[in-house]
């Protein structure tokens, strides 16, 4: 049976996305660096740490660190959030099925921390997640399953045990190779990429969710 639900949280319970998009662009054009609008969106889902090390070994920039561009661009986004506080529709419904089914409720982001308290705040959820787990500070990010795996143990249940909630393939891998049962709502432009069917249950929206799709993943109804 099901004990836990992991939640993303980026483009999964806040529209963050352009906001990511936008940063990246606005800062790393600044200093010179060629990126596009699907450059943004080819890595959806991978910590800004990677994106930041690969455009500084393919188009290397004068002046400031690595350290110093992750942190302008991470500072963007915090503003962005915190103005226009963008919570995706059926977050907190979602959110109460999955307390109302009795289940430990976490939070596994390859966002920092310095973003993801702050957008929590923001949208008012800081109250809803038992653990945060955030990747930023591990040796890899999703697609790799430790920060899901971090979070399975922070709520002492077995991973299989646990359903996770993503919006990226990236993350989606990362998951299922925690084990975990998966539920995946993808961006509108993404809805149609064929990888999406390693996903347990695809849905439009959080809006779509209810409880069937809780009942319809555990082993004693399969």
């Not at 969106?41 to 350290?67: C, F, H, L, M």
């Not at 945060?132 to 991973?159: M, Q, R, W």
Request: include cysteine; proline fraction near 6%; hydrophobic fraction near 45%.
């Amino acid at each position: 049976m099901l004990s836990a639900a992991i939640f993303d949280m980026d483009g999964l319970l806040v529209d963050s996305e352009p906001f990511w998009q936008r940063a990246q662009i606005d800062v790393l054009s600044e200093l010179g660096v060629s990126i596009s609008l699907q450059d943004t969106r080819d890595t959806t889902g991978v910590r800004i740490d990677e994106i930041v090390k690969y455009y500084a070994r393919t188009q290397p920039w004068q002046g400031p660190s690595n350290a110093d561009v992750q942190a302008r661009i991470v500072d963007r986004v915090v503003a962005l959030v915190k103005d226009e506080k963008p919570m995706m529709p059926g977050v907190k419904d979602a959110l109460a099925i999955c307390h109302q089914a009795g289940l430990k409720v976490g939070l596994a982001s390859s966002s920092p921390l310095t973003l993801i308290h702050p957008t929590l705040d923001a949208l008012g959820l800081s109250e809803q997640f038992a653990i945060i787990e955030s990747a930023g500070a591990l040796k890899y990010g999703k697609p790799h399953p430790e920060v899901y795996l971090n979070a399975a143990n922070a709520l002492d249940v077995a991973p299989e045990h646990c359903v996770a909630f993503e919006d990226s393939f990236t993350g989606l891998l990362a998951a299922k190779a925690a084990s975990m049962k998966t539920i995946v709502v993808p961006a509108a432009h993404e809805w149609e990429d064929p990888r999406f069917v390693i996903a347990d249950q695809k849905l439009a929206s959080l809006r779509a969710f209810s409880a069937d799709n809780l009942e319809s993943l555990s082993p004693s109804t399969s």
